[in-house]
């Protein structure tokens, strides 16, 4: 069964005024469209037709013959992953197991903000910042281009998208003030606290 787009968890206009529905039309409907549609192009009639996203991620990161398949898998599970990584009055201060979690790997959640800021901020070009769960311990990474954590074999728990496409229309050129915006409006701790516990 080919891969499908699936629906954003939420109204397009529901993230403004951090995210306008204009950068969701463009983002959603067509970026993440075009990563979909050209993985279904590129696999078509191939054994990894039938395989799962994170299969065909895993399985074409190190073939330097599967390039453009990585990339279009890695970016449509990115995408996947990125939505539901926000909503709408999110932000803020988590609470709970993620929490404590944040407290003992990072000293203080201010702490967390500041090394996440500096990882999505220092991002040199197009990637992504995450907060991933290692063996047990929660940490701060920075992959460029689709790079993943389904690629590095670890487990994420949020991203922020720092591609221009992901912050171009609302903030121009202000990658911090998009990055401020996605920590203290945005970020979906119920959804992080989620994928700590499958990550036990
Ligand atoms: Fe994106």
């Given at each position: 069964?080919?891969?499908?787009?699936p629906?954003?968890?939420?109204?397009?206009?529901?993230?403004?005024?951090?995210?306008?529905?204009?950068?969701?039309?463009?983002?959603?409907?067509?970026?993440?469209?075009?990563?979909?549609?050209?993985?279904?192009?590129?696999?078509?009639?191939?054994?990894?037709?039938?395989?799962?996203?994170?299969?065909?991620?895993?399985?074409?990161?190190?073939?330097?013959?599967?390039?453009?398949?990585?990339?279009?898998?890695?970016?449509?599970?990115?995408?996947?992953?990125?939505?539901?990584?926000?909503?709408?009055?999110?932000?803020?201060?988590?609470?709970?197991?993620?929490?404590?979690?944040?407290?003992?790997d990072?000293?203080?959640?201010?702490?967390?903000?500041?090394?996440?800021?500096?990882?999505?901020?220092?991002?040199?070009?197009?990637?992504?910042?995450?907060?991933?769960?290692d063996?047990?311990?929660?940490?701060?990474?920075?992959?460029?281009?689709?790079?993943?954590?389904?690629?590095?074999?670890?487990?994420?728990?949020?991203?922020?998208?720092?591609?221009?496409?992901?912050?171009?229309?609302?903030?121009?050129?202000?990658?911090?003030?998009?990055?401020?915006?996605?920590?203290?409006?945005?970020?979906?701790?119920?959804?992080?606290?989620e994928?700590?516990?499958?990550a036990?």
């Amino acid at each position: 069964m080919a891969f499908e787009l699936p629906p954003l968890p939420y109204a397009k206009n529901a993230l403004e005024p951090h995210t306008s529905a204009h950068t969701l039309d463009l983002h959603h409907g067509k970026h993440h469209k075009a990563y979909v549609d050209n993985l279904n192009r590129m696999v078509e009639g191939s054994p990894l037709a039938s395989r799962s996203l994170e299969q065909i991620v895993q399985e074409t990161y190190h073939d330097t013959g599967k390039t453009g398949i990585f990339n279009n898998a890695a970016q449509v599970w990115n995408h996947n992953f990125f939505w539901k990584s926000m909503k709408p009055h999110g932000g803020g201060n988590p609470s709970g197991q993620i929490a404590d979690a944040i407290s003992r790997d990072f000293g203080d959640f201010a702490k967390f903000k500041d090394e996440f800021s500096k990882a999505a901020v220092g991002q040199f070009g197009s990637g992504w910042a995450w907060l991933i769960a290692d063996k047990g311990k929660l940490q701060i990474t920075h992959t460029s281009n689709a790079v993943d954590p389904v690629a590095t074999g670890q487990h994420a728990l949020l991203c922020c998208d720092v591609w221009e496409h992901a912050y171009y229309v609302d903030f121009e050129n202000r990658r911090p003030d998009f990055v401020k915006a996605f920590l203290e409006h945005l970020a979906n701790w119920d959804f992080a606290a989620e994928n700590l516990g499958k990550a036990k």
